[in-house]
């Protein structure tokens, strides 16, 4: 096992133009629960009917039953090993980007500056009458919420039924098929678009290596089989190993 981090760890130093692909397994070790899998919130709620923009615009109350507490307790969440690590690889010059479908903003808290949040960030909710913003945690009680005008609050967050942010979609694209290694971490590779973005960079040549206590990603060149936290912190001080001789 040491030595296949430590030729994972090489690949990054040799090549470094890594790109991540982060899903919610990388922040269910800093307590954010997980959707998708047993036991997360989908298989408590129906999402069709709790986060839906069509269900939201009919009656907002569902959404913030479930996403409430969530959003006003933002700063109690803190990022783990494996988000600081890939903030330290990217200082590092190793880490080009981070394209994420978590919305819990831990990327850029823990000092990741190229992030594309391709579902959005619970740190911004904004007012759909007037556009007024809060940042998490300040955002008013109420299930809806209301703004001060009496308008209803959304977080700046992807509901179903709504486009991904341009932006964050298309710097993704370039990304993935510009890059010459790419780290899945944590992502169960089902939702898409995010799931065909491994493919994508292996499509155009990058060495693809898969970072998931469960296995997503067939096709992956390198499988390491654990959670997110213990894999970066490894691959981290291997990275620095190679680099010190």
């Known amino acids: 096992m040491e ?17 991540a692909l982060t899903g919610a397994g990388i922040s269910a ?3 954010i629960p997980t959707f998708r899998s047993k036991g997360g919130l989908w298989e408590k709620y129906d999402p069709v009917v709790y986060a839906s ?7 907002p109350s569902k959404y913030w039953t479930i996403r409430g507490d969530f959003i006003r307790n933002y700063d109690n969440y803190e990022p783990n090993a494996a988000h600081y690590a890939l903030a330290e690889l990217e200082k590092m010059g190793i880490v080009r980007h981070v394209i994420t479908q978590n919305i819990d903003g831990l990327h850029k808290k823990a000092g990741s500056r190229k992030v594309a949040e391709l579902h959005g960030s619970l740190r911004e909710t904004y007012c759909l009458s007037c556009g ?3 940042l998490a945690p300040n955002v008013p009680d109420g299930t809806p919420p209301a703004c001060d005008c009496g308008g209803v609050l959304k977080p700046n967050t992807v509901l179903f039924g709504e486009q991904l942010p341009r932006d964050a979609l298309e710097t993704a694209y370039q990304e993935s098929s510009t890059c010459k290694t790419m780290l899945v971490i944590g992502t169960s590779a089902v939702v898409q678009p995010a799931a065909s973005l491994p493919s994508l960079a292996k499509q155009k040549g990058a060495a693809v290596i898969e970072v998931n206590p469960q296995k997503s990603f067939p096709a992956a060149d ?4 654990e959670k997110a936290g213990i894999v970066m912190s490894m691959i981290l001080n291997e990275v620095k190993k190679i680099q010190d001789t």
Do not use: M, P, W
Request: one cysteine or more.
């Open 3 to 19: 030595e296949l981090y430590r030729t994972v760890a090489q690949l990054l130093v040799s090549d470094k133009q890594c790109v």
């Open 29 to 31: 070790e800093s307590g």
């Open 53 to 59: 923009i069509e269900v939201f615009n009919q009656d």
């Open 132 to 134: 007024k913003e809060y």
């Open 222 to 225: 390198y499988y390491l089989e």
